[in-house]
Nanobody
Framework: VQLQASGGGLVQAGDSLRLSCAASGRTFDHYVIGWFRQAPGKEREFVAA????????PYADSVKGRFTISRDNVKSTVCLQMNSLQVEDTAVYFC???????????????WGRGTQVTVSS
């Protein structure tokens, strides 16, 4: 499965962005989709994930209450709504596919190309 993340951009602190992750080659059916991010000079970190068909949605503490992950199982897309963005949210955001719900990147099998999110003060 090939994944493509989109929706990144340059925004100011307090603004919102909506990232999307789409699959090609196959659907997201029965897979967990996760969002991770990596800032310059930092390790990749878990942001959020969503189970199949969407009941469970764990979040990183740093984004809880500001970010919302959702999935459209008909269109096989997953979105990450990011509100109240902070400078610390600046990173490349990646979506990935896993067989089970996890916060650990190594447990995700397929990764898409990332999309850059830059938040200015």
């Amino acid at each position: 499965v090939q994944l493509q993340a989109s929706g990144g951009g340059l925004v100011q602190a307090g603004d919102s962005l909506r990232l999307s992750c789409a699959a090609s080659g196959r659907t997201f059916d029965h897979y967990v989709i996760g969002w991770f991010r990596q800032a310059p000079g930092k390790e990749r970190e878990f942001v959020a994930a969503i189970s199949w068909p969407g009941r469970y949605t764990p979040y990183a503490d740093s984004v809880k209450g500001r970010f919302t992950i959702s999935r459209d199982n008909v269109k096989s897309t997953v979105c990450l709504q990011m509100n109240s963005l902070q400078v610390e949210d600046t990173a490349v955001y990646f979506c990935a596919v896993a067989g089970g719900l996890s916060r650990i990147g190594a447990e995700y099998n397929y990764w898409g190309r990332g999309t850059q999110v830059t938040v200015s003060s």
